[in-house]
């Protein structure tokens, strides 16, 4: 850690492996050329870092009684409107036979609605309920408060510079 409470990148103490023992393990599997050693530890530093958002995530959402796919699914109609099941599953990259468990028990829990499409009567659209917009609401508000403290180990600079890189991964289609 830095003076100023930013993490400076050596191992912590928590049970990770460092850096350098990271880069000796990936380095010491043969004929790996330099380029991709290193791709591989960002690979690996990519998944260290999603899993611990996605630990974030989930403590959050499961303190307010939601799955982390109800969350996504509550967000997107909190920033879409009422959306189709398809939508949904766009907007959450989920799988459909999970999000069609997932429908079911918002609906049982009361936080969405079903409606037959006022545009194609052969199809329904899901939207918020009262409680389902109190409950997305206030998961979020803790989501963004714990996201805030999460990426403090990171100036204002680099968090925009790595918003800037990480936008760059869509081009590695």
């Known amino acids: 850690m830095t003076d100023d409470g930013r993490h400076d990148g050596r191992h912590d103490g928590r049970g990770d492996e460092s850096q350098d023992d990271c880069r000796d393990a990936y380095d010491a599997q043969g004929d790996v050329s330099p380029r991709d050693a290193l791709a591989t ?3 690996v530093a990519f998944r260290r870092a999603d899993r ?10 499961h303190a307010h009684g939601l799955t982390p796919a109800q969350f996504g699914a509550l967000d997107a109609l909190r920033r879409r409107g009422p959306l189709s099941v398809g939508g949904i599953i766009e907007e959450t990259l989920a799988t459909s036979g999970n999000m069609t468990v997932v429908i079911r028990n918002m609906e049982r829990d009361g936080y969405i609605r079903r409606e037959t499409d006022p545009e194609d009567r052969r199809s329904t659209v899901i939207s918020l309920t009262d409680d389902g917009r109190r409950i997305i609401d206030e998961t979020m508000a803790e989501h963004r408060r714990h996201l805030g403290d999460l990426f403090a180990v990171f100036s204002a600079d680099e968090q925009r510079e790595l918003i800037r ?3 760059r991964c869509e081009l590695l289609r």
């Open 41 to 43: 530890r960002l690979m």
């Open 52 to 61: 611990a958002i996605q630990r974030h995530e989930g403590d959050v959402v």
């Open 165 to 167: 890189l990480l936008e």
